[in-house]
């Protein structure tokens, strides 16, 4: 998390720190990132980095935080556009994720991100839809899903397909990523093991 410093600063400071931490983060991955070159780009003395984060991997992971929360709202929106439609939604945000990770220029981070997956930055990008962490948010999730639709009894039954469903998701971006499939090559793939999700897999 930033130190209050980071958000004290002013929107053009703040934009300029950003971009710079997102360039070099899409430029490699956290672990080669240099906090020389994000100084550089941002053009501020090496003192005042550690003023606003603790070290890179605090600037990394507030920007991994800052995308997933839009992720989050972008599969809420979905949830609703889709009526309740759980598999559609996490279809529509697959698909976001896959194109970010398609783009040039700073879209990269993502795709660095997905390259360079372990289970901290898995739980980064995931936390918005883990019980443990928020527990309002999880029973609002709930709430939207269309139950009916679904062979699942109560919310705890639901975490656990949630988790199935994440796992299943980042899976598919990691190996569809790294092994540069298309994007249509990527959907069919996470759709054939969604419908086998959906139809279960014992006779």
């Known amino acids: 998390?930033?130190?209050?410093?980071?958000?004290n600063l002013n929107d053009d400071k703040k934009n300029k720190l950003v971009e710079a931490a997102r360039e070099e983060f899409s430029r490699v991955s956290l672990y080669e990132a240099s906090i020389a070159n994000i100084l550089k780009r941002a053009e501020i003395p090496r003192g005042s980095f550690y003023q606003y984060f603790r070290d890179k991997e605090d600037?990394?992971?507030?920007?991994?935080?800052?995308?997933?929360?839009?992720?989050?709202?972008?599969?809420?929106e979905n949830l609703k556009a889709f009526n309740g439609d759980?598999?559609?939604a996490m279809t529509e945000v697959y698909?976001?994720?896959?194109?970010?990770s398609r783009e040039n220029g700073n879209s990269n981070f993502i795709r660095n991100v997905l390259m360079n997956m372990n289970y901290?930055?898995?739980h980064a990008f995931t936390k918005n839809l883990t019980k443990q962490n928020i527990e309002h948010r999880f029973h609002d999730i709930y709430q939207l899903v269309d139950m009916e639709a679904l062979h699942v009894s109560n919310e705890k039954e639901f975490y656990h397909l949630m988790q199935i469903?994440?796992?299943?998701?980042?899976?598919?971006?990691?190996?569809?990523v790294s092994n540069e499939f298309s994007e249509t090559e990527?959907?069919?793939?996470?759709?054939?093991?969604?419908?086998?999700?959906?139809k279960g897999l014992v006779k």
């Open 95 to 100: 698909k976001t994720v896959f194109q970010f």
């Open 120 to 122: 901290k930055i898995e």
């Open 165 to 176: 469903l994440i796992a299943v998701t980042f899976h598919n971006l990691v190996h569809c």
């Open 86 to 88: 759980l598999f559609q």
């Open 186 to 198: 990527a959907l069919d793939k996470y759709i054939s093991e969604l419908s086998l999700l959906k």
């Open 1 to 7: 998390m930033p130190k209050q410093t980071f958000f």
């Open 59 to 76: 600037a990394f992971f507030y920007l991994l935080n800052e995308h997933a929360e839009e992720r989050h709202k972008n599969f809420i």
